[in-house]
């Protein structure tokens, strides 16, 4: 607990920031340091001498200014895959291939039931058209568009078909 009791060394308030490579109790000096390095601005570094490959490297790129090119190169043609694959034109060979009957027709529906689906698909298509034609949304439209909705869903709900009605009652399958 003894540590926690004692003032920080740097960075208390009211103490100078210290350099900590110019020694103990040195002022950080921080204009000299932004000077130094806008003096150094642009110049090379020197490279280390572990690094010859890219010293030898810069020196050829700088040699007359047209980098080196290699002489040599080897260029060998695609092999064949599963794209150069040519299916044979045989017209007079269907075999295996399926053909679905032709779908029976939609069963005819009563006028109440179109006009039920009209409802339930006009109404909001009334109020969206006003609002993106920016109209004024008026009682009679807004009367149009959530009646319509609200009687046509009534209508196409009550109209459904029960379960009582199935020609299968038990819902089972037949064996």
Do not use: C
Not at 18 to 27: E, K, V
Not at 71 to 77: L, N, S
Not at 125 to 150: C, N, S, Y
Request: glycine letters at 12%.
């Amino acid at each position: 607990m003894a540590e926690r009791d004692e003032p920080p060394q740097d960075g208390a308030e009211g103490a100078e920031p210290r350099d900590p490579a110019g020694g103990a109790g040195a002022p950080l000096d921080e204009e000299a340091a932004w000077a130094q390095i806008v003096a150094g601005y642009g110049e090379e570094p020197e490279l280390p001498d572990g690094w010859p490959e890219a010293a030898q490297e810069q020196e050829r790129a700088t040699n007359s200014g047209v980098p080196e090119v290699p002489r040599e190169f080897v260029i060998r043609a695609p092999r064949s895959g599963p794209r150069d694959y040519e299916v044979a034109d045989d017209e007079d060979e269907d075999e295996g291939h399926f053909v679905p009957p032709e779908p029976p027709p939609l069963p005819p529906s009563d006028v109440t039931t179109k006009f039920a689906w009209i409802a339930v698909l006009g109404g909001p298509l009334l109020v969206l058209g006003f609002v993106l034609f920016q109209e004024p949304l008026t009682w009679w439209a807004m009367l149009l568009g959530v009646g319509g909705f609200l009687g046509g869903f009534t209508t196409l709900v009550a109209r459904m078909k029960g379960r009582e009605e199935d020609d299968d009652p038990h819902g089972g399958a037949v064996v």
